[in-house]
């Protein structure tokens, strides 16, 4: 009877599991949402200072996320836990993270010295001179929301618990890792960056796929933003 049971609730959390179309249709979904944001801006851009437009910018697209996400699960019936949202050993979680940022901090350091070697000098988009130009307080703060809590939650939910799940349903690991990794990095909208974060997806992706959490990548994705949030304030402090 147990066997009969628990037969039963995997075939359930199956056929509830992000398919290809869901993933499409989300996909879809948010590009639509953020052109809504850009008209938006757009327009409150005549009243607002460009400061301000970055972290409302900000904001709003996390918070276009969590409105995708949030709709999502109550048309397709879908709970957190079958899109990751289980339990794990925090010392497990972070464990994985270390390890898995160790290789994409290498491999960052070779793509950089590969720049440097070709005398390349990468420049970053003006919302990111932005938000990592900012010193006070306030905003480091800001930042920090931004970087380590909201959107190492919303974007491991959208892009490896919703897109690379809805991917994994109909390819293997590889492509669906590629694939996903690719749309993770390009919808940064940093050229530069690209990369470096498509590497990042790739470490965030096989993480989800063995621990079968997303709680490691979660820890992945905050450790990388602050450290990297750090290492600015550290470069640009005064002597």
């Known amino acids: 009877m147990e066997d009969k049971t628990s037969e039963a609730k995997a075939l359930e959390t199956k056929q509830q599991s992000p398919r290809i179309r869901d993933g499409l249709a989300v996909f879809i979904a948010v590009i639509v949402v953020w052109l809504g944001i850009g008209f938006l801006l757009a327009w409150l851009g005549k009243y607002l200072s460009?400061?301000?437009?970055?972290?409302?910018?900000?904001?709003?697209?996390?918070?276009?996320?969590?409105?995708?996400?949030?709709?999502?699960?109550?048309?397709?019936?879908?709970?957190?836990?079958?899109l990751g949202f289980r339990k794990i050993s925090p010392r497990v979680a972070l464990s994985a993270a270390l390890k898995a940022y160790g290789i994409v901090f290498v491999l960052n350091i070779i793509y950089g010295l590969a720049l440097t070697w070709r005398n390349l000098q990468p420049t970053q988009p003006t919302d990111y001179k932005i938000l990592l130009g900012q010193h006070d307080i306030v905003f480091v703060l800001l930042n920090f929301l931004l970087a380590a809590l909201i959107a190492p939650i919303l974007e491991e939910t959208l892009f490896r618990g919703i897109i690379y799940k809805s991917l994994r349903s109909k390819f293997g690991m590889g492509v669906s890792?590629?694939?996903?990794?690719?749309?993770?990095?390009?919808l940064h909208f940093d050229l530069w960056g690209f990369i470096p974060r498509f590497f990042l997806g790739i470490a965030l992706a096989y993480l989800y796929e063995k621990k079968g959490s997303l709680f490691p990548g979660i820890t992945l994705h905050a450790l990388n933003n602050v450290l990297a949030l750090l290492l600015n304030l550290a470069v640009k402090m005064p002597t």
């Open 50 to 82: 460009q400061r301000s437009i970055v972290y409302v910018s900000g904001f709003l697209t996390q918070g276009s996320m969590a409105l995708v996400i949030g709709v999502f699960l109550l048309w397709r019936g879908i709970n957190l836990q079958t």
């Open 177 to 186: 890792a590629v694939l996903s990794s690719i749309l993770f990095s390009g």
